[in-house]
T-cell receptor, first 112, second 116 residues
Framework: GENVEQHPSTLSVQEGDSAVIKCTYSDSASNYFPWYKQELGKRPQLIIDIRSNVGEKKDQRIAVTLNKTAKHFSLHITETQPEDSAVYFCAAPKAAGNKLTFGGGTRVLVKP | DAGVIQSPRHEVTEMGQEVTLRCKPISGHDYLFWYRQTMMRGLELLIYFNNNVPIDDSGMPEDRFSAKMPNASFSTLKIQPSEPRDSAVYFC????WGRGRNTEAFFGQGTRLTVV
């Protein structure tokens, strides 16, 4: 089965600094890499995703980079703000399947 | 669409009782997932369905847990008998399969289960 590892488990940054979360996966056939954000007491929601035919995707202050050779992908948040404080989850479902399993999560705290 | 709808939002029950959690996926979505979330274990996939058929239930912790999807608009997760260690937030999520590609999964608001 798919094994997705996520690091770090917790991340504390000063407001305005950047935050980077990294995930590694084991199935070389995976071709879709979503990131979900879960605010305290709420449901996980997709914030950005990338497919294997591109190496980077940006959406305002968030970006995801993908290295298929090394089998890792990263979430980058620039100019962090207090509302970025949340738990972030990555996933790497198999190419031909839809078993959606998540990494262990990263708790991000943005200090004002 | 109202999104994925779960009920109840909160459930408190006594150990040994049967608990049934309910989920209505987004219309047209053909995949449905049940997750359990705890501080210790994170977001665990319990089981998922495709076109109402269970595809992978390897995450179901033990025989006390069962899930059904009798039709495209309804699924249940049942725990019988319940135990205190089952206390967690249970999420249901649904997704489509758009043009042969993976798509976004949408989560319900979750059911917070407390077994005392």
């Amino acid at each position: 089965g798919e094994n997705v590892e996520q690091h770090p488990s917790t991340l504390s940054v000063q407001e305005g600094d950047s935050a980077v979360i990294k995930c590694t996966y084991s199935d070389s056939a995976s071709n879709y890499f979503p990131w979900y954000k879960q605010e305290l007491g709420k449901r996980p929601q997709l914030i950005i995703d990338i497919r294997s035919n591109v190496g980077e995707k940006k959406d305002q202050r968030i970006a995801v980079t993908l290295n298929k050779t090394a089998k890792h992908f990263s979430l980058h948040i620039t100019e962090t703000q207090p509302e970025d404080s949340a738990v972030y989850f990555c996933a790497a479902p198999k190419a031909a399947g839809n078993k959606l399993t998540f990494g262990g999560g990263t708790r991000v705290l943005v200090k004002p | 669409d109202a999104g994925v709808i779960q009920s109840p939002r909160h459930e408190v029950t006594e150990m040994g009782q049967e608990v049934t959690l309910r989920c209505k996926p987004i219309s047209g979505h053909d995949y449905l997932f049940w997750y359990r979330q705890t501080m210790m274990r994170g977001l665990e996939l319990l089981i998922y369905f495709n076109n109402n058929v269970p595809i992978d239930d390897s995450g179901m912790p033990e025989d006390r847990f069962s899930a059904k999807m009798p039709n495209a608009s309804f699924s249940t997760l049942k725990i019988q008998p319940s135990e205190p260690r089952d206390s967690a937030v249970y999420f249901c999520a649904s997704k489509g399969w758009g043009r042969g590609r993976n798509t976004e999964a949408f989560f319900g608001q979750g059911t917070r289960l407390t077994v005392v």
